[in-house]
């Protein structure tokens, strides 16, 4: 028997809201609900709920290296990031040694995340990106140049969607590195804005192996391709047209990817571009009239127009892995060197990182490389247990790029001129002109704050905004209404308790908020994340329904309302690691300042959600039920810096945790020699102290007096002598350099002429 009060609920009620729902519902692209239907969601979405699940979040483990996976880490990895050196990489060659090259290809750099069966190393998540993370501690180009083929690269699409046969044929020559992958998306004049993109497939009959057989004829023009230069093998996307109907009825059969040797008639790989003049393979290609088989789609016939629902899936590695691998390895070698620095480094007779102004620089640059760390390593936990967080892996894109950025600046700012002379010795300028590339690969940052995190977040990661979507667009009226009856009170039983929540965490500020008991000293964090979990829940609620569609052209909110959600999964991480690191009290002014700063921040961006509502009212009601009660957070404290900052200044566990991974590299080179003299300084300041109690600095003077010792002297003699060796910089023969110029110059000039 139907529910009498169910059924005037649902014609009195439910009906008109229902097609007010339609209404307010944002219009989606066909990339866009491709871009949805990717992948999946992972702990952004119980952040998003309004009450974490924390069981759910105690029960993430990270889980160890295998043997295999060890091995490789401490032989063949330790032993590649021995052969490089970082200047003449950068500045002589502008490419590998080839012995760099062989030596990749031998031992399966390329084919990590290809599975054994196919003759791949068959590793990790995690070990995939330790790996990447411990290389780009040495080079960024090296570095780059493993990441592509694992994550960027046609292998993983392949093993996503690849038929038995293109599996069997392709993935062990790629693990053996007899093919080189790359993927050509970015096209001239669209960017990789798929909808404008100009790459065109036309399916005819062409001649294939000496055969007349079925297949596509391919026009393209491509840039920014990574490994473009070198490679023999182009995961291509295009869109594909049938205007003759060889396959059917359509015309336009949407974005597909083809599989292009790069040895057919009509490719053209042109000359290298050098992105912000780093070293690593990019460079632009061209086809005319190529012509390959229906069996080089991807996947076969059958996943024609499939390929934007490939890319979004498989991009999880590239913005989940790789750029944050990237960047974790350039924020640790910061704080390592940086903190190294500020503690050698004396001005006015003390350490530079004793001045308020160093630490306030100092602290950030420490924090971030624990946050970016944990992050990290948090991210790949999520992908090796199976998920592909679209979400998830572009907060990771975002905001792993831009804490580098900030991270690499503000060490270059405590370096002063050791930072800017280029040479052998400055172990930042690489990764400082590595910036913008980070920054603007695997979709702008702009975009990707600005569209792609709330965005895409808001819809994947709410427990009932996309099942509601699909009811709505059922075409039986009487079932989509009867779906949308069970979800809708649902949801506004989930809205009243977030409201409710979110106004009453705000007014105890948290003291009530949700925590797991059996963690006491972490309890307070716990809180802070429930706390704004249920603000964030219902800030997004009030704005999507008060703006539906019109929510995506509202940018800043959007990206504010995002830099939440990021900012929740970030803190989830850096307690994620604070615990798996075994809780180490040392550690906890990292964590507590990560809290300071992000529980500001997020205070801060849901005030200007408030403020910036296009509807006065409901701005209000936003601001009444996040803000309500307590006093603005303040973010760290002066104290809590300084703490941080010795931290990183201090030898010990704690500043080899916030390191751990960095390839140290020669024993002779620029960043052993910053440890050796901070080593040195540590232990020489009680006879510093002593000397300057007796009014005397020279120890020349000091000897003779005997105030010293032979034996100390000697050691202030090595102290003095390690610290000039890694506050000089390097300088260069003019002439040398003049011919450098000229002949980049001229180099430069062929390329322009040629294109």
Same mark, same amino acid.
């Given at each position: 028997?139907?529910?009498?009060?169910?059924?005037?609920?649902?014609?009195?009620?439910?009906?008109?809201?229902?097609?007010?729902?339609?209404?307010?519902?944002?219009?989606?692209?066909?990339?866009?609900?491709?871009?949805?239907?990717?992948?999946?969601?992972?702990?952004?979405?119980?952040?998003?709920?309004?009450?974490?699940?924390?069981?759910?979040?105690?029960?993430?483990?990270?889980?160890?290296?295998?043997?295999?996976?060890?091995?490789?880490?401490?032989?063949?990895?330790?032993?590649?990031?021995?052969?490089?050196?970082?200047?003449?990489?950068?500045?002589?060659?502008?490419?590998?040694?080839?012995?760099?090259?062989?030596?990749?290809?031998?031992?399966?750099?390329?084919?990590?995340?290809?599975?054994?069966?196919?003759?791949?190393?068959?590793?990790?998540?995690?070990?995939?990106?330790?790996?990447?993370?411990?290389?780009?501690?040495? %080079?960024?180009?090296?570095?780059?140049?493993?990441?592509?083929?694992?994550?960027?690269?046609?292998?993983?699409?392949?093993?996503?969607?690849?038929?038995?046969?293109?599996?069997?044929?392709?993935?062990?020559?790629?693990?053996?590195?007899?093919?080189i992958p790359c993927f050509a998306l970015t096209g001239v004049e669209a960017g990789s804005d798929a909808s404008a993109m100009t790459a065109t497939g036309i399916v005819s009959e062409g001649e294939w192996n000496g055969e007349k057989t079925l297949g596509i004829r391919l026009n393209w023009e491509k840039r920014y391709t990574?490994?473009?230069?070198?490679?023999?093998?182009?995961?291509?996307?295009?869109?594909?047209?049938?205007?003759?109907?060889?396959?059917?009825?359509?015309?336009?059969?949407?974005?597909?990817?083809?599989?292009?040797?790069?040895?057919?008639?009509?490719?053209?790989?042109?000359?290298?571009?050098?992105?912000?003049?780093?070293?690593?393979?990019?460079?632009?290609?061209?086809?005319?009239?190529?012509?390959?088989?229906?069996?080089?789609?991807?996947?076969?016939?059958?996943?024609?127009?499939?390929?934007?629902?490939?890319?979004?899936?498989?991009?999880?590695?590239?913005?989940?892995?790789?750029?944050?691998?990237?960047?974790?390895?350039?924020?640790?070698?910061?704080?390592?060197?940086?903190?190294?620095?500020?503690?050698?480094?004396?001005?006015?007779?003390?350490?530079?990182?004793?001045?308020?102004?160093?630490?306030?620089?100092?602290?950030?640059?420490?924090?971030?490389?624990?946050?970016?760390?944990?992050?990290?390593?948090?991210?790949?936990?999520?992908?090796?247990?199976?998920?592909?967080?679209?979400?998830?892996?572009?907060?990771?894109?975002?905001?792993?790029?831009?804490?580098?950025?900030?991270?690499? %600046?503000?060490?270059?700012?405590?370096?002063?001129?050791?930072?800017?002379?280029?040479?052998?010795? %400055?172990?930042?300028?690489?990764?400082?002109?590595?910036?913008?590339?980070?920054?603007? =690969?695997?979709?702008?940052?702009?975009?990707?704050?600005?569209?792609?995190?709330?965005?895409?977040?808001?819809?994947?990661?709410?427990p009932y905004i996309l099942e509601e979507m699909k009811a709505v667009s059922l075409d039986d009226e009487d079932e989509a209404l009867k779906t949308f009856d069970d979800l809708l009170w649902k949801h506004v039983g989930h809205d009243v308790a977030n409201a409710f929540r979110s106004w009453w965490h705000g007014l105890t500020?948290?003291?009530?908020?949700?925590?797991?008991?059996?963690?006491?000293?972490?309890?307070?964090?716990?809180?802070?994340?429930?706390?704004?979990?249920?603000?964030?829940?219902?800030?997004?609620?009030?704005?999507?329904?008060?703006?539906?569609?019109?929510?995506?052209?509202?940018?800043?909110?959007?990206?504010?309302?995002?830099?939440?959600?990021?900012?929740?999964?970030?803190?989830?991480?850096?307690?994620?690691?604070?615990?798996?690191?075994?809780?180490?009290?040392?550690?906890?002014?990292?964590?507590?300042?990560?809290?300071?700063?992000?529980?500001?921040?997020?205070?801060?961006?849901?005030?200007?959600?408030?403020?910036?509502?296009?509807?006065?009212?409901?701005?209000?009601?936003?601001?009444?039920?996040?803000?309500?009660?307590?006093?603005?957070?303040?973010?760290?404290?002066?104290?809590?810096?300084?703490?941080?900052?010795?931290?990183?200044?201090?030898?010990?566990?704690?500043?080899?945790?916030?390191?751990?991974? =960095?390839?140290?590299?020669?024993?002779?080179?620029?960043?052993?020699?910053?440890?050796?003299?901070?080593?040195?300084?540590?232990?020489?300041?009680?006879?510093?102290?002593?000397?300057?109690?007796?009014?005397?600095?020279?120890?020349?003077?000091?000897?003779?007096?005997?105030?010293?010792?032979?034996?100390?002297?000697?050691?202030?003699?090595?102290?003095?002598?390690?610290?000039?060796?890694?506050?000089?910089? %390097?300088?260069?023969?003019?002439?040398?350099?003049?011919?450098?110029?000229?002949?980049?110059?001229?180099?430069?000039?062929?390329?322009?002429?040629?294109?």
């Amino acid at each position: 028997m139907s529910n009498p009060l169910k059924t005037f609920r649902s014609s009195v009620l439910t009906k008109p809201l229902m097609n007010w729902y339609k209404g307010v519902l944002p219009p989606l692209s066909d990339t866009e609900a491709q871009a949805l239907e990717a992948g999946d969601v992972w702990w952004e979405a119980e952040l998003m709920s309004g009450k974490p699940d924390w069981s759910k979040f105690s029960d993430f483990q990270q889980q160890p290296f295998s043997q295999a996976e060890q091995s490789f880490i401490k032989g063949p990895v330790a032993e590649f990031c021995s052969m490089l050196d970082n200047f003449e990489i950068e500045h002589e060659k502008l490419d590998l040694p080839e012995e760099a090259w062989a030596f990749l290809k031998a031992n399966k750099f390329f084919g990590m995340i290809i599975p054994e069966d196919y003759e791949g190393l068959g590793f990790s998540a995690s070990a995939h990106s330790e790996v990447v993370k411990r290389i780009a501690t040495c %080079n960024v180009s090296a570095a780059v140049t493993v990441m592509v083929p694992n994550s960027l690269g046609p292998g993983e699409l392949l093993m996503l969607y690849g038929t038995s046969e293109q599996k069997s044929h392709y993935l062990p020559r790629l693990a053996r590195g007899e093919e080189i992958p790359c993927f050509a998306l970015t096209g001239v004049e669209a960017g990789s804005d798929a909808s404008a993109m100009t790459a065109t497939g036309i399916v005819s009959e062409g001649e294939w192996n000496g055969e007349k057989t079925l297949g596509i004829r391919l026009n393209w023009e491509k840039r920014y391709t990574t490994l473009g230069p070198v490679a023999t093998l182009i995961g291509l996307a295009f869109k594909l047209h049938d205007p003759d109907h060889l396959l059917g009825d359509e015309d336009d059969l949407g974005i597909t990817v083809g599989l292009v040797p790069t040895d057919l008639p009509g490719v053209k790989i042109g000359d290298r571009h050098l992105p912000t003049g780093l070293a690593f393979q990019n460079g632009p290609s061209w086809g005319e009239d190529v012509f390959i088989p229906m069996d080089q789609i991807l996947g076969g016939k059958e996943q024609i127009g499939q390929g934007w629902k490939m890319l979004m899936g498989a991009l999880a590695a590239g913005r989940g892995i790789s750029l944050p691998s990237l960047s974790t390895a350039a924020a640790q070698v910061s704080a390592k060197t940086t903190g190294a620095y500020a503690r050698v480094r004396e001005q006015f007779g003390i350490p530079i990182g004793k001045f308020e102004g160093v630490q306030e620089k100092l602290a950030p640059i420490a924090a971030n490389a624990y946050q970016l760390e944990a992050a990290r390593r948090f991210m790949t936990m999520g992908l090796d247990l199976g998920h592909h967080p679209g979400v998830a892996s572009a907060i990771m894109k975002y905001h792993a790029t831009e804490r580098m950025r900030e991270t690499i %600046n503000d060490a270059m700012d405590i370096h002063g001129g050791k930072g800017i002379c280029v040479g052998p010795d %400055n172990y930042l300028e690489a990764p400082y002109r590595a910036i913008p590339i980070g920054i603007t =690969v695997e979709g702008a940052n702009i975009l990707t704050r600005s569209l792609i995190i709330f965005g895409q977040g808001a819809i994947r990661c709410h427990p009932y905004i996309l099942e509601e979507m699909k009811a709505v667009s059922l075409d039986d009226e009487d079932e989509a209404l009867k779906t949308f009856d069970d979800l809708l009170w649902k949801h506004v039983g989930h809205d009243v308790a977030n409201a409710f929540r979110s106004w009453w965490h705000g007014l105890t500020r948290g003291r009530f908020a949700h925590a797991p008991d059996d963690k006491p000293l972490e309890e307070h964090y716990y809180r802070e994340l429930s706390q704004f979990s249920a603000h964030l829940a219902i800030a997004s609620e009030i704005s999507l329904g008060i703006l539906g569609g019109a929510l995506k052209f509202k940018e800043s909110i959007s990206a504010r309302l995002g830099d939440v959600l990021a900012e929740l999964f970030l803190l989830s991480a850096a307690l994620k690691r604070f615990e798996e690191d075994g809780t180490p009290e040392e550690d906890r002014p990292y964590l507590d300042y990560l809290f300071a700063e992000g529980t500001a921040r997020m205070q801060r961006d849901l005030a200007a959600v408030a403020d910036n509502f296009p509807n006065s009212f409901f701005g209000w009601l936003i601001k009444t039920l996040t803000q309500t009660g307590g006093s603005p957070r303040k973010g760290a404290s002066d104290r809590l810096m300084a703490k941080v900052a010795k931290l990183a200044q201090t030898p010990g566990a704690s500043r080899s945790r916030l390191a751990t991974g =960095v390839f140290e590299g020669d024993p002779n080179g620029p960043i052993c020699a910053l440890e050796k003299a901070l080593k040195l300084s540590v232990a020489i300041q009680p006879l510093r102290d002593r000397l300057k109690e007796s009014q005397t600095t020279d120890t020349k003077s000091a000897l003779e007096q005997e105030l010293i010792s032979l034996e100390e002297y000697d050691r202030l003699t090595d102290w003095q002598a390690a610290v000039r060796r890694v506050i000089e910089v %390097n300088s260069f023969d003019p002439d040398l350099l003049r011919g450098d110029v000229e002949a980049e110059t001229s180099s430069i000039k062929e390329g322009v002429a040629s294109a």
